[in-house]
């Protein structure tokens, strides 16, 4: 759990990336090192465990300023996933602040992640504690291994509606920070409604102002509703369409105070990374004047129909720097008879 230090001007949290082995613990890690700012990470490292000195952990730490006359750390650590570690697992738990659900995306995966899930939940359960009060961010990794209905299904299977959600390629990048914020703006504000992040200033700091919380935008459902059953035929699954980073907890928010100090949160976590939050997160487009030369094409996602006569291709290619670019094909179907067909 979060520590105070001994003057109480210090918050750590720890967040867990939890997930089957080979998820893309690591990848999260690894991406979130290269893009913060020197000023605001440590040192990425793998340590051995107090349970087991002979298994290591990555850990990251990453110092967010100050807020409200204190000073935030946070600790990211990527648990291991093999299942001999499960004891370490456990024991990370006991002192976890909110947890990043890394999801394998991979078609052949599906069982691995239901396992994970699994235990999450059963070593929650024996500190006492369950997900409805930890703060939970999903991360879909490996999407580009997947197409929409692999994630319906895991949706389904994993039941965990009303939890912010996003699509990631970790290895390149895609859908790290944002969970890294959300997750972030999520256990301030849980430590906020516990006590521990409190909004009162450390002794001998004046306590400033808390800014004007802006007003709450409608809110948004993470899926479509689902279809009543059909009589003769069973339709298939609306694609799944996850949470976007701005949407944050703004329609949970219930405390004015809260809301405004979680989303200072969200705003420092941006602020810490090396580059603009927008330039890092933004999908790569090609110029007006063409696409970028060297140009190869990398995969080929599942075609969905659009409209009565056209289908859509979704692709990936990539420039001469190995840099990915996401294009969607449109093909227009002109049935045309045959002269002197019938």
């Given at each position: 759990m979060a520590e105070l230090s001994s003057e109480r001007a210090e918050v750590n949290a720890r967040i867990l990336y939890w997930g089957a082995e080979g998820a893309g613990k690591s990848a999260n890690l690894a991406h979130v090192h290269?893009?913060?700012?020197?000023?605001?990470?440590?040192?990425?490292?793998?340590t051995p465990t107090a349970l087991d000195p002979t298994v290591e952990v990555e850990s990251l730490p990453i110092t967010l300023g100050e807020l409200a006359g204190r000073q935030v750390k946070l600790q990211i650590v990527?648990?291991?996933?093999?299942?001999?570690?499960?004891?370490?697992?456990?024991?990370?738990l006991d002192r976890a602040d909110g947890v990043v659900l890394v999801v394998d995306a991979s078609p052949d995966r599906i069982d691995a992640n239901l396992e994970s899930f699994d235990e999450l939940r059963r070593a929650l359960s024996a500190y006492g504690r369950s997900l409805d009060e930890?703060?939970?961010?999903?991360?879909?990794?490996?999407?580009?291994?997947?197409?929409?209905?692999?994630?319906?299904?895991?949706?389904?299977?994993?039941?965990?509606?009303?939890?912010?959600?996003?699509?990631?390629?970790?290895?390149?990048?895609?859908?790290?920070?944002?969970?890294?914020?959300?997750?972030?703006?999520?256990?301030?504000?849980?430590?906020?409604?516990?006590?521990?992040?409190?909004?009162?200033s450390a002794p001998g700091t004046p306590r400033a102002p808390a800014p004007a919380p802006p007003p709450p935008p409608q809110p948004q459902p993470l899926l479509e509703p689902e279809p009543a059953p059909a009589q003769e035929?069973?339709?298939?699954?609306?694609?799944?369409?996850?949470?976007?980073?701005?949407?944050?907890?703004?329609?949970?928010?219930?405390?004015?105070?809260?809301?405004?100090?979680?989303?200072?949160?969200?705003?420092?976590?941006?602020?810490?990374?090396?580059?603009?939050?927008?330039?890092?997160?933004?999908?790569?487009?090609?110029?007006?004047?063409?696409?970028?030369?060297?140009?190869?094409?990398?995969?080929?996602?599942?075609?969905?129909?659009?409209?009565?006569?056209?289908?859509?291709?979704?692709?990936?290619?990539?420039?001469?720097?190995?840099?990915?670019?996401?294009?969607?094909?449109?093909?227009?179907?002109?049935?045309?008879p045959e002269p002197g067909g019938d």
């Open positions: 290269r893009k913060l700012r020197t000023d605001h990470r440590g040192e990425l490292r793998r990527a648990v291991p996933g093999a299942p001999e570690h499960a004891p370490t697992r456990k024991q990370l930890l703060p939970l961010v999903v991360q879909y990794n490996k999407r580009d291994r997947a197409d929409e209905l692999i994630l319906e299904e895991l949706y389904k299977k994993l039941d965990l509606r009303g939890v912010a959600a996003f699509e990631a390629v970790a290895s390149e990048g895609k859908g790290v920070l944002q969970a890294l914020t959300t997750i972030s703006k999520r256990v301030i504000k849980a430590l906020r409604e516990s006590g521990l992040g409190s909004v009162e035929a069973e339709p298939l699954p609306e694609p799944l369409e996850l949470e976007p980073v701005e949407a944050g907890l703004a329609a949970e928010e219930r405390d004015p105070v809260a809301a405004a100090q979680a989303e200072a949160v969200a705003q420092q976590t941006e602020g810490t990374f090396a580059e603009s939050f927008g330039a890092l997160t933004a999908p790569m487009t090609a110029p007006a004047a063409g696409l970028p030369p060297g140009l190869r094409l990398d995969a080929v996602g599942t075609p969905r129909q659009a409209g009565d006569r056209a289908l859509v291709v979704p692709l990936v290619l990539r420039d001469a720097d190995d840099r990915p670019l996401r294009v969607e094909l449109a093909i227009t179907l002109d049935l045309r």
